[in-house]
């Protein structure tokens, strides 16, 4: 893998609520390089949009944020939020599930990607405000909005969801940013334009050389386009590795449930998708053992250790860094 | 935006009818009342014949649908009173005359407007500032001391009689440190500057007062406001705090604030009656209170209307604002 543009290593979430302390994310490693792309998946509530925000600094003051988030180097935990103000939306920048709620419905939405880029580009305002709509007209062209000029002075609500995400994400990309996190960008979408945000968002990936981090619980989608996997559970990393390590050799059982709950056309079709019983623990709830234990069908096989020791990650084979955390030592369909 | 103005010719029309069915109203309620307006102008002592010369004389004798016939004609062709060297004229648009002060309706109206929309605007201004601003910083403190002290001036406005405050203030800032002047009022042409020390504690005490509802409707928007997402896209974008509170948050409060101010305004403006008394300032309030205790009926229509209209005109221009302020509204 090349040098990468965002490392996040050993981020802990904690937010701070009257019911006492509530670890959201419990110590999660990544990277993605330059026109990259990571998928963050797991179920509602593993802790994925959480270390989004936390990455962007997005969190509420009650949430408290340790680790190291490296951009280019340079380490975003911390940093005085002027600075970091600098950085959101020109370095880093966001798409989200639902861009209906994520845009300004008093703003037309021309003036909304021209604000994301006049908030980085200097001070003479009215070289400035000229250029930035201009820009805007640029990007709302470059991601797929017909008659971008006049449409750029139309409202969000006058847009389909669609065309709405795809002002989101040329929003998010009028500053050329290095890395782009879109949380869930296709899940509020029709099937038909889910395909068609996905590959813009491939499109624009790789004419920008964007590091991409998709958080989605679509493994469809991430089998299509992510090159790295991080399998995120109860908060935890339970399996990271290359997508084909993922979908062909993977050694969590949460991962295989994940997969067996995929529907496939590129094996024998099963009689019906299985399902992996039981929910996720509620965050701060998890015990001294393995998170996912009270759901996993292999426990039996391995026995005590599950109950009393917390699994770390291990390298398993595969093509680069797989690595699961899991205490079965085999993967699980060879037993 | 021929939406637009087809929705404000719609809305007149409909306002026109909603004055006439109000007129109507009015006229019959302040005319069914038992005393007789004529018995006051007849003077002591009053002869029978005295008194049905004076009922004559201000078209009293005749039935009430008449009466009010009269006075709408009044407002387009003007009205006389009596004839020969007695007659009283009232031009057009009259909306009735007064016996006991000798003036046409409108003259008095329009001689007391001036010192309503003074103090009605003059306050306005302020509790809007004072009452948004502070709305903010509560909804920004939530639960911490400066939001306490923000609802708790609100709850003090809200629960405070204006004829307390008012005098209150008077006796503070008036008598004891002798800062502004108690009472009167100077006409803005004569000297603005002495025009607003007159009215700066009337626009103070009306500003507190009406500045609670404001800091509480504030608080309660912006608390909603800033917990919607699109907040968070706009400090993912980069903006700064003060951008995304005001730029992205407060506009998204706007609309019902302004609702409320427009709506407040233009009841203020058809009189501000306790305040006015207490300031002794001779507007529209003080006319409307004086003519329902000399019994000067036509006084009392003409104000009672006149507050009508300003209230419909208030409701209008809140409904045109709202679509300017709100692109998802459509007039059409």
Redesign the interface.
């Known amino acids: 893998m090349a040098r990468p543009v965002l490392e996040v290593h050993d981020l802990h979430v904690t937010f701070r609520t009257d019911g006492g302390l509530v670890p959201a994310v419990d110590g999660i490693d990544f990277a993605v390089a330059a026109g990259e792309t990571l998928a963050i998946v797991g179920e509602s509530g593993s802790g994925k949009s959480v270390s989004s925000a936390a990455v962007?600094g997005?969190l509420p003051g009650n949430a408290d944020v340790t680790g190291e988030v490296l951009l280019d180097g340079r380490d975003l935990v911390g940093l005085p939020?002027?600075e970091l103000?600098?950085?959101?939306?020109?370095d880093i920048?966001?798409v989200?599930q639902?861009a209906l709620?994520?845009?300004?419905?008093?703003?037309?939405v021309g003036w909304q990607v021209a604000?994301?880029y006049r908030?980085?580009h200097g001070k003479s305002r009215d070289a400035s405000k000229k250029e930035a709509q201009r820009q805007a007209v640029r990007m709302l062209d470059l991601v797929g909005i017909p008659d971008a000029a006049r449409r750029a002075n139309s409202?969000p609500?006058e847009f389909s969801g669609g065309m709405r995400q795809r002002v989101?994400i040329a929003?998010a990309l009028v500053n050329n940013p290095k890395v782009l996190i879109a949380d869930e960008p296709t899940t509020a979408l029709d099937v038909t334009v889910q395909a068609q945000i996905m590959r813009l968002l491939e499109d624009v990936q790789e004419e920008f050389g964007t590091a991409l981090v998709l958080i989605s619980h679509d493994l469809g989608v991430v089998a299509e386009v992510a090159d790295d996997v991080l399998v995120m559970y109860a908060g935890r990393a339970a399996e990271r590795g290359t997508v084909r390590d993922l979908f062909h050799r993977a050694a969590h059982p949460y991962s295989l449930g994940l997969l067996g709950a995929m529907p496939r056309v590129d094996v024998p079709p099963k009689p019906r998708l299985t399902t992996i019983p039981g929910s996720p623990p509620s965050p701060g709830s998890i015990s001294t053992g393995c998170p996912f234990q009270p759901r996993c069908a292999y426990t039996e096989r391995v026995g005590e250790r599950c109950i009393t020791e917390r699994p770390e990650l291990t390298p398993r084979p595969g093509e680069g860094d797989h690595e699961a955390a899991c205490h079965l030592g085999r993967r699980p369909s060879d037993a | 935006m021929p939406d637009l103005a087809w929705f404000v010719v719609r809305r007149l029309a409909a306002a026109v009818l909603v004055m006439l069915a109000l007129s109507f109203a009015v006229y019959l309620i302040f005319y069914a009342i038992p005393a007789d307006p004529a018995n006051l102008a007849c003077g002591k002592p009053c002869t029978p014949d005295r008194l049905e010369q004076a009922r004559h004389f201000m078209q009293l004798d005749q039935s009430t649908i008449q009466q009010y016939l009269n006075f709408l004609k009044g407002i387009f062709a003007g009205r006389t009173f009596g004839d020969g060297t007695a007659a009283v004229h009232c031009n057009a648009p009259c909306f009735g005359y007064s016996f006991p002060l000798a003036r046409p309706v409108t003259t008095l109206i329009l001689e007391r407007l001036p010192i309503t929309a003074s103090i009605a605007l003059g306050a306005a201004v302020l509790w809007l500032i004072i009452g948004v601003s502070l709305g903010v910083v509560a909804a920004l403190n939530r639960g911490r001391p400066l939001d306490r002290l923000s609802v708790g001036f609100a709850l003090v406005g809200v629960a405070s009689p204006s004829f307390l405050i008012g005098l209150l203030a008077i006796l503070v800032f008036g008598f004891w440190l002798n800062m502004v002047p108690v009472s009167g009022y100077i006409p803005l042409t004569d000297s603005p500057v002495d025009w607003a020390w007159h009215l700066v504690t009337p626009w103070l005490v009306l500003a507190v007062l009406q500045a609670a509802s404001y800091i509480r409707l504030t608080r309660a928007q912006m608390m909603e406001e800033l917990n919607l997402d699109h907040i968070t896209t706009a400090r993912a974008k980069g903006a700064g705090e003060a951008r995304v509170v005001l730029t992205h948050g407060l506009r998204g409060a706007l609309v019902p604030i302004v609702t409320l101010f427009g709506l407040d305004l233009g009841g203020l403006l058809g009189g501000a009656i306790l305040t006015e008394k207490v300031f002794s300032m001779q507007g529209l309030g003080d006319l409307l209170i004086s003519a329902v205790a000399q019994l000067d009926v036509a006084v009392v229509v003409g104000t009672t209307l006149f507050s009508a209209f300003l209230i419909i005109l208030a409701n209008l221009l809140v409904d045109i604002v709202h679509g300017v302020l709100d692109p998802r509204v459509s007039h059409g």
Not at chain 1, 101 to 108: I, R, V
């Open positions: 962007m997005l939020s002027d103000r600098k950085v959101r939306g020109n920048a966001l989200f639902d709620s994520a845009l300004n419905p008093y703003y037309s604000e994301a908030l980085h409202y609500h989101v929003m």
